[in-house]
């Protein structure tokens, strides 16, 4: 709107109410930092090595980066002066790195289901990923690649959500940071694209990735 030199009043309108969403949203988060170093204690305890690391520093890392948007939504409201815009690096920053645990959490798992894959065909480890796809490719013509990506998706639905999740939310403090540059559009559309993944996540337990 701004670029095709809409009404100014409009223009402001549409602001104001995405800052009041923006604030809102930052309220109902307050708090949550102790409930993810609560969920942290609680993956020290996993039995596998690499999920346990991932999902541990991904939720410290979360923690603080709730924390860094409380003190944001505190400086909204004008109880104390806040730098927003350190505060919101620093906000991006720790968000990037936990969804960076968690994207090494999900190549992880991609990693497992290949090995899997691989020891049920007799395979040895160092060849699974171009046999797997050998035998995923047997008789192309009556096993097009649209039918074979949707048999994946069904088979590891969990996976396949969370990772586009994370693969979605990387870019957007990717690009709050300066690292990319993307258009608000663009910003906005990945957002709706996680967000979606969310939600499936929450309806459909067998779209959830456990432990989370």
């Known amino acids: 709107m701004q670029q095709k030199q809409h ?3 409009s223009i402001d309108r ?3 109410l995405e800052y009041t969403f923006s604030s809102f949203r930052k309220l109902l988060r307050l708090g949550r930092f102790l409930d993810m170093l609560y969920g942290a204690f609680s993956s020290i305890h996993y039995p596998d090595v690499t999920v346990r690391i991932t999902c541990t520093l991904s939720k410290i890392a979360n923690a603080l980066f ?4 409380h003190i944001l939504w ?11 815009e350190k505060w919101g690096k620093v906000a991006n920053k720790y968000w990037l790195y936990s969804i ?9 798992e991609i990693c497992g289901i290949l090995e899997r ?3 049920r065909l007799g395979v040895p480890p160092g060849e699974v990923l171009r046999h797997t796809c050998l035998a995923a490719g047997i008789n ?3 096993l097009p690649l649209s039918l074979r990506a949707v048999t994946f998706v069904q088979d590891h639905k969990d996976v396949v959500v969370d990772t586009v999740k994370n693969g979605c939310d990387l870019m957007i403090p990717l690009t709050a940071l300066g690292y990319m540059r993307l258009s608000p559009g663009a910003v906005g559309l990945l957002g709706v694209v996680s ?3 969310a939600i499936i996540s929450l309806v459909d337990p067998l779209a959830r990735l456990t432990p989370a």
């Open 7 to 9: 009404s100014r009043q």
């Open 14 to 16: 549409l602001k104001s």
């Open 66 to 69: 709730l924390l860094a948007d």
């Open 74 to 84: 505190i400086g909204r409201t004008g109880l104390i002066n806040v730098n927003s």
């Open 100 to 108: 960076t645990m968690n994207l090494v959490r999900d190549v992880y």
């Open 117 to 119: 894959e691989g020891h």
């Open 140 to 142: 192309r013509k009556t």
């Open 195 to 197: 967000s979606v993944a």
